[in-house]
């Protein structure tokens, strides 16, 4: 009886061991600091419950699925180091976020993106029209200023007085005659601009659905833009844009319309953020010509510091611009 009761509490005691130990979670990461890959850092770890939590420098709570023991941890990143503090269960685990460098600023790259996508639109005649006329306003502008800077020499040397005084006269009548000669060549000029101003408004119509908002959009991830041949997105933290993400249906290729309005926004994009648009495009071509569709990753690109990662999956086309 004793030796049955010792064999019950031995047996009792091993399955309590057992027990605690199936009960007990555990969490670990990949690495402790992580690069921006894309817009973003993958955050990856392994778990044993069905979910974990999360914060980013102490803000929100919140939680990632566990699928198979792995977790993957989405982090958007910004110029400066991130704390990413996981738990599982009552297992703690903080790893970072390494900063990177932005692109440019949202504005920046709105506004140079947009002008461009709308002069493009332009006839030939009137995109030489406008090319002459941002050259005339320059030259105008500076022999304004020169003007100016001739006048208040004038003005002190006629407070002045003494010999100077005549020659100052004469600088103040000289350049009198010049203003008005300015003015009527002003005059001129804001009537041809007025002109292409028309053209530009129409040309702007025509884009309208393919222009970058305006406003500045929240921190994080968003779709800037989205056509029926592609879509922008982009990581956007304090207005400067982290990294930016063309997203192209691979059956868009096989469209000649479609595939000139993915070139005409990709050469764009690859402008604004600084890239030479040129080489870009070139290498893209040639690094997508004999590309097969068991292929998933093709060779990156590098222009004056911009990065382009290029990614296919069997529908879409994926380019990711970062520094």
Known sequence: MFRKTALVAVTAGVLTVLLAGCGKTTLSTTKTTYKQNGLVAAVKGKANTKTVRYQLDGGQQKTANVHNHTFVIQV?????????????????????????????????????????????????????????????????????????????????????????????????????TAAAKLKTQAAS????????????????????SQLLPTKTPSDGLSNVLTTKDYKIRMNVQKGDVMGAAMIVPTKAFKNKTRQKSFGTAFALMATTTGANAKTVMKQFQKETKDNSSTTTTIDPITSKGVRFTIGVSASDLYIFMTK
């Not at 460098?101 to 504005?107: C, G, M």
């Not at 000029?189 to 309208?208: G, H, P």
């Open 76 to 176: 958007p990143t910004k110029t400066t180091r991130q704390a990413v503090k996981i738990k599982a269960g009552s297992d703690l685990k903080t790893v970072h976020v390494a900063g990177a460098k932005k692109l440019a600023s949202y504005q920046k790259m709105a506004t140079t993106y947009n002008q461009a996508l709308i002069a493009s639109k332009l006839s030939k005649a009137d995109q030489k029209k406008a090319q002459k006329l941002q050259a005339e306003g320059a030259a105008l502008k500076k022999q304004q200023a020169t003007i100016q800077a001739k006048v208040k020499k004038a003005e002190a040397q006629l407070k002045t007085g003494g010999t100077g005084a005549t020659t100052a006269a004469q600088t103040l009548q000289a350049q009198q």
């Open 189 to 208: 000029l804001q009537t041809s601009q007025q002109a292409v101003a028309a053209a530009m408004k129409t040309a702007k119509q025509k884009v309208k």
